[in-house]
């Protein structure tokens, strides 16, 4: 069952630039940062609340590290700005499994490793109306 947002991804061309944006704009402090080869980021996360199920939702800054990267492409087409919306889960195995069962293209077979220790996956963009959809089992929770 998805119980939260757990994060926005926002892609960016300069992370230390648009956290400094976030920070000097809005308040909000940096909770993380890593880089995640695998995905091709550089990436910082801001806690913007915790949640009623013991988790917390984020804003996530995304910045590539290669050009032919997720982000890298996405970022050369359409330039900054929201690139996903990710759901938490307790379970990412039965959420993907059900979703998949219902017709929608589910892009990992097994979840990959995500942000702080996370267990992810990710849905079509163009079987979830455009939105590049992300399912999300914290580390807390698995
Ligand atoms: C691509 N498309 C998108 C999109 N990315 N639509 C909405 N939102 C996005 N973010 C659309 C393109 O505009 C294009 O539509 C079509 O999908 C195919 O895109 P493409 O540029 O040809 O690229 P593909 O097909 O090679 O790859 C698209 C795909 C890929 C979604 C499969 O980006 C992917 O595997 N994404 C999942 C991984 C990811 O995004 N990682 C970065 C965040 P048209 O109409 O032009 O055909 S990593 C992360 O978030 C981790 C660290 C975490 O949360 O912990």
């Keep these: 069952m998805l119980t939260r947002i ?3 991804g926002i892609a960016c061309r300069n992370l230390d630039e648009t956290v400094e944006f976030y920070r000097s704009t809005y308040g909000f402090e940096v909770h ?3 880089v995640n080869e695998e995905q091709g980021v550089r990436e910082a996360m801001l806690k913007i609340n915790g949640t009623s199920d013991g988790a917390a939702s984020y ?6 590290i290669r ?12 330039g900054e700005g929201v690139h996903h919306i990710a759901f938490g889960t307790a379970d990412v195995d ?4 059900a979703i998949r069962d219902k017709g929608v293209r589910v892009l990992y077979d097994e979840p990959r490793t995500g942000s702080m220790g996370s267990r992810i996956t990710f ?4 079987d979830c109306h455009g939105v590049l959809t992300e399912l999300v ?3 807390t929770e698995h």
């Design 59 to 64: 804003l996530q800054l995304l910045e590539p």
């Design 137 to 139: 089992t914290s580390a």
């Design 67 to 78: 050009e032919d990267s997720p982000v890298g492409k996405w970022l050369a087409k359409n």
């Design 6 to 8: 757990d994060h926005i």
């Design 123 to 126: 849905l079509h963009p163009k």
């Design 94 to 97: 039965a959420d993907a499994a």
């Design 32 to 34: 993380h940062t890593e």
